[in-house]
Each structure stands twice: as structure tokens, then as C-alpha cells.
């Protein structure tokens, strides 16, 4: 396992500020800004040394099955503990083990075969967002079962980012910049990010995610960022009057669990991006999201309606 301790590479991170009645400029926020730590565990030198192990002859006077033999190398050498049951993990290993083989190349440069640079796209999003809040990345490169699994979740102070290294390609890149967009919009935005008190902060969030994901992912289009096809996005355009007629009478509601899921959210992803982009037109993302959270709902009804019409 390669622990590191990462220091001067977020280089356009910042310092904490106090928030005025009026937006601070971004220019006048980059004077005041601070390098955050960030650490990494890479796993993949644990998952290799089960690997090998796990291939291993067996000695001539074991009864055990190659699957009970798999199991308990992996819980002695390895263990990563993925968000399901151990019953779950055990399956899935099993279901893996046959697409590791011509993998093991590649899973040996661990962390650093990992592109785009997931601290370079932190880098692009602090410098479009500007954090108020220190922010401190705890990544963890693992080996999983071909499910591309990517989260964050806090620990302590940090947040930890756990990226898959057997499943590169463009599927994992989104999921990346997925969630390091999200981590840094809860880092700098003046609204509660993490707990929306109403619906307008939720759909203008998630508008902000995606334009941190074009951000650092130019070229990717619109359906890719939603992770839709071509063909959805297209009806998505075609009823976005309908979307934000049913979305307008609901800016202030603090109850909205059914629009966060399913073909809801992604609609709400949508008019959210749409949103934001208009208002990108007018202020930069860093002053959006320093707006008092009071005024955000207030300030969406004249653009919810003109899409409304």
C-alpha cells in the first residue's frame, strides 16, 4: 500500500472568507488563497500481492476450494471494504476474478495511470469556484469488481474519494468529475450544499455539478455530463417547457424527496444546468455561489418562467 501525504500541488486553492452583502469578486478572493492538503492511499500493490498469492499453487495438503482459498486471501492481504455486504463483495470478486489476468500491467502503476489527473481537475474547479471552506482530499485508489463504483463520503475532517483502477475509459472519468465537483460546490458555496433547504438550492446545486464537470471535462456534451443518451437529451429539450412548468410553483418547497430520484432528478439536473448557464451569462460561478440563500429562490422565478412559456 503507497500512503502519501500530497502538499503544493492544489495550487489554486483559497484561504476561508467572510461573506459581504455583496458577492466578493474572484479576483479579489485569488489574493487570499491557501494550498489544502490532500493524501493518498493506493491500494494496488495489496490487490496485486492477493492476486499473486491467490494464484499460487496450493500446498499439496489443503482441502481447501479455490473459491474459500480466494476469499480468505483477500480478507487477510487485501480487505477493502466496498459500500455492500461481505456476501456481496465475495460474489462479485468471483464474477471479477476471470478479467483480472490481462489487467495486472496496468494495475501495477496504481494511482498514477489514473487520467484526467484527479488533482489537476480539482485545480479547475477551485479556480472557477473558490472555496470558502478548507478543503481537505483524502484519495483512495482501489482494485474492485468492474462496477465502477466511485464515491466520497467525510471522514473526520477530510473528504475521502475512492476511485476503481480496473475499470479506466470514460464511464470512470465522468463519475470522477462527478464527485470532486460536487466535494468543491460543497466547499465554496454560500447555500447549505449538502442539505438543500429548498428545492431551488438543490436544482440550481446540481446545475452547478454539471457546469463544474464541463469545466474540467471540455468537449463532453450535455448528455454525457447527465449521463443520458443522445436520444433522451433530445426529448428532455423537447419538453423543457413542461419541465419548468411543473418545476416553477415548486422553487420554495423544503419537501421535494420525489423529485431526487429517477427520470425527477434527472429533469431537475437539466433545468438546473440551464439555469446556471444563464446565469453565467451575467456573474461568474465563484459570485453565484455567494449569493444570499434567501435571495436564490426569488431570483430563479422570472428565468423558471421564461423557460415556462
Not at 452547478?208 to 429539450?237: C, I, N
Request: glycine share 6%; with cysteine.
Amino acid at each position: 500500500m503507497r500512503s502519501l501525504i500530497i502538499a503544493g500541488l492544489i495550487a489554486t486553492s483559497f484561504a476561508a472568507t467572510a461573506i459581504a452583502a455583496t458577492p466578493a469578486k474572484p479576483a479579489d478572493l485569488r489574493q487570499q488563497r491557501t494550498v489544502p492538503s490532500a493524501s493518498l492511499k493506493d491500494l494496488s500493490a495489496d490487490f496485486i500481492e492477493f492476486y499473486e498469492k491467490a494464484n499460487a499453487a496450493k500446498p499439496g495438503n489443503s482441502t481447501e476450494s479455490d473459491s474459500d482459498r480466494r476469499w480468505n486471501l483477500y480478507k487477510q492481504i487485501y480487505n477493502f471494504q466496498l459500500p455492500q455486504t461481505e456476501a456481496e463483495t465475495r460474489a462479485s470478486l468471483e464474477s471479477a476474478w476471470p478479467r483480472y489476468a490481462s489487467l495486472i500491467k496496468d494495475l501495477e502503476i496504481g494511482f498514477d495511470a489514473i487520467t484526467p489527473k484527479p488533482l489537476s481537475m480539482v485545480n479547475i474547479l477551485n479556480s472557477a469556484m473558490i472555496c470558502q471552506r478548507p478543503l481537505k482530499l483524502h484519495f483512495v485508489a482501489y482494485v474492485g469488481s468492474f462496477q465502477n463504483r466511485v464515491w466520497a463520503q467525510e471522514k473526520g475532517d477530510s473528504i475521502e474519494v475512492n476511485i476503481p483502477l480496473e475499470t479506466p475509459g470514460e464511464e470512470r472519468t465522468l463519475a470522477v468529475a462527478r464527485v470532486l465537483s460536487r466535494a468543491v460546490y460543497n466547499a465554496s458555496s454560500n447555500w447549505q450544499a449538502g442539505q438543500p433547504r429548498n428545492f431551488a438550492e438543490f436544482m440550481i446545486g446540481e446545475g452547478v455539478v454539471l457546469h463544474g464537470m464541463r469545466e474540467t471535462l471540455s468537449g463532453r456534451k450535455l448528455d454525457a455530463l447527465l449521463g443520458v443518451t443522445p436520444e433522451q437529451l433530445q426529448k428532455l429539450e423537447a419538453s423543457r417547457k413542461s419541465i419548468a412548468k411543473q418545476f416553477a410553483g415548486k422553487l420554495t418547497a423544503t419537501s421535494f424527496a420525489e423529485l431526487q430520484s429517477g427520470e425527477k432528478l434527472i429533469e431537475a439536473r437539466y433545468l438546473g444546468y440551464l439555469l446556471v448557464e444563464g446565469q453565467l451569462k451575467k456573474v461568474a460561478l465563484a459570485d453565484l455561489l455567494r449569493q444570499a440563500p434567501s435571495d436564490l429562490a426569488k431570483g430563479l422565478e422570472v428565468p423558471v418562467g421564461k423557460f415556462a412559456l
